[in-house]
Every structure is written in C-alpha cells, then in structure tokens.
C-alpha cells in the first residue's frame, strides 16, 4: 500500500542512477492522490528508472482513481520497462513527460487513459492489451515510428 507520492531519482549525481524494481507477483495499492514518478522533470542530475515485471499498479478504494505511473523527461529509457504488468482505476495509467518507457505484454484497464504522452515523449508499446479505458492511447501522431504494434483494444 502507497500512501504518499513515490519519486525515483537519484539526488545531484548525474553518474549514478536510482532504480526501482518491482518483483513478479507484487500488488501496488495507492491512495486517492498518490503517484509514482520516476526521474525529474527539469534537472538532469536527478535520475530514475523503473523495472517492473508481473506486478499490479491499482488502487487501494474502490471509488477513485489514482493519479497513475509518471515518467518525467529524466527517467532512463534504457534502464525502465514495464513488462507482464496489470495498470488499472488510473487518471492516466503511465503518463510520458518527454520520456519514451518500454511497456510490454501488459493489460491496462478502467483507466480514464491508458497511457498519454506528451510531444516530447515516444513510448514504447507492444503487445499490450487495454480494456474498457475511456481512452487506451493518447500520443502525437508523429510519434510513431514502429513504436506502436501488436496492442488489443477492447471495449475502450
């Protein structure tokens, strides 16, 4: 159970990276306004990844979603992916700030969106099934360069 906001980043050392990695099997519970944020948004010393595998990001009531998975234009690409994971009853599921996660084999359900990125985000989605979403993706068109494949959409 998550109560307060998670940040992974590395404090003020641009050679060291903190990451966060999650075991097959976990379920993350978070409170109303609490979220997980992985890296920084405007200072390069201030790093983050995350490697979950098999885990489930959801809720922990049952009459409010939580803000979601924030990857901030400072989390590291190369070190995060979200691979086997269930992301559900989130604002936006995974949110991209200039960032590009990979996220594979997951199942994203009743979010408001499954994943939105902004103009400066090109995130890496294949094989991902999203069920009953308002919105299963939301990107830039532009941004799609072989990078969105082999995804389900139901009832979204």
């Known amino acids: 159970m998550i109560e307060g906001d998670v940040n992974v980043q590395r404090q003020n050392n641009p050679n060291e990276l903190s990451i966060l990695k999650i075991y097959p099997g976990t379920v993350v519970k978070f409170e109303e306004d609490d979220q997980l944020s992985i890296g920084s948004d405007n200072n390069s010393n201030y790093r983050g990844a995350l490697q979950a595998d098999g885990v489930t990001f959801t809720r922990?009531?049952?009459?409010?979603?939580?803000?979601g998975i924030y990857f901030r234009?400072?989390?590291?690409?190369d070190e995060s992916y979200i691979d086997n994971c269930v992301i559900e009853y989130g604002n936006d599921g995974v949110y991209c700030a200039?960032?590009?996660?990979?996220?594979?084999?997951?199942?994203?359900?009743?979010?408001?969106?499954?994943?939105?990125?902004?103009?400066?985000?090109?995130?890496?989605?294949?094989?991902?099934?999203?069920?009953?979403?308002?919105?299963?993706?939301?990107?830039?068109?532009?941004r799609i360069d072989s990078s969105l494949y082999d995804n389900t959409y139901m009832d979204n």
Do not use: C, K, M, Q
Not at 60 to 67: A, C, Q
Not at 123 to 140: D, H, K, M, Q, W
């Open 60 to 67: 922990l009531g049952e009459d409010y979603y939580w803000p």
């Open 73 to 77: 234009s400072y989390a590291d690409s």
């Open 98 to 142: 200039g960032s590009h996660p990979t996220i594979t084999h997951s199942t994203f359900r009743y979010n408001d969106d499954g994943v939105e990125a902004n103009s400066g985000s090109e995130p890496v989605l294949i094989g991902n099934t999203f069920i009953e979403n308002a919105r299963p993706v939301s990107l830039y068109p532009f």
